[in-house]
Structure formats: C-alpha cells, structure tokens
C-alpha cells in the first residue's frame, strides 16, 4: 500500500508511525495456517530494553508527537537515526516476535506514542446473502 500512496503523493505523503508501551490489540487468528476468526484479547509482550518504546516510556509525557525528520544535525536527536527496536504488529497475532530493527526515520516521518492501548472492540458480521 505505501508504495501505491508513494507513486501517487511522492514527497508529499507523511508516512505516521504508532507505537506503544503496553496493552492489548485486535489481530487475525489462524490455526493451521487457516483463518479461524478476529480476537480483540491479544496482549502487546514487554519492551524489549534499550527499544525505541523502552526509551519513549522514560519519557514524562504520556503520550507524544515526535517528528523524525530532518534531525541529523540535531545533537539530542541523533539517537533517532539509529538502528534499535521497533513494535512492528501486523494483521496476524503475534505472541513473540513484535520487536524488530528498525531505523524509524527511514520508516517514518512523524511517530506517536500512546504509553498504554487498548484492542478495538470487534462485531460480528454474520453470514452475508447476495442476490
């Protein structure tokens, strides 16, 4: 998808980064390899120290705006430009691997941070006639 919205905005676009510190999230349940449904009762795993969220949860705001671009020449940014971890949650659940590295100026433009989150509330669709 963020290549189709880059071909068609390029530089325009800014791509907006979520992230967490603890909570729980709506993701696709499978078995087997198979979709069994949607659970809203996914728990997001610890930081994993020294991680961007590790870093962000030291932070005394609660929750915040940061925007990562154009910060190299910034002496207390730098940090930002470093390869750490980074929460990456997709549309399946995931009860081990959330962390991955990261470089978040490379992925983002602008990150936000909710200290603690909570999974959408599901409804059921039910079986759908089309005539």
């Known amino acids: 998808m963020g290549e189709h919205l880059y ?3 390029g530089s ?3 791509v907006i980064g979520f992230t967490t510190n603890e909570g729980t999230y ?3 349940q499978r078995k087997s390899g198979k979709f069994i449904g949607i659970d809203s009762s996914n728990l997001l795993i610890a930081d994993k120290k020294g991680s961007f969220e590790n870093i962000f949860k ?3 705001a609660p929750n ?3 925007d990562v671009r154009n910060r190299e020449n910034d002496k207390d ?4 430009h470093e390869q750490n971890l980074f929460r990456h949650i997709g549309a399946r659940a995931n009860d081990k691997y959330q962390f991955f590295d990261t470089y978040i100026d490379k992925e983002f433009d602008i990150v936000v941070f ?5 999974a959408t509330k599901c409804f059921s669709i ?3 006639n089309v005539k």
């Open 7 to 9: 071909q068609t905005f």
């Open 12 to 14: 325009k676009m800014v």
């Open 26 to 28: 709506t993701a696709v």
């Open 58 to 60: 030291d932070v005394i």
């Open 64 to 66: 915040f705006i940061i």
């Open 77 to 80: 940014g730098k940090w930002l």
């Open 114 to 118: 909710l200290r603690k989150t909570s």
């Open 126 to 128: 039910g079986e759908v």
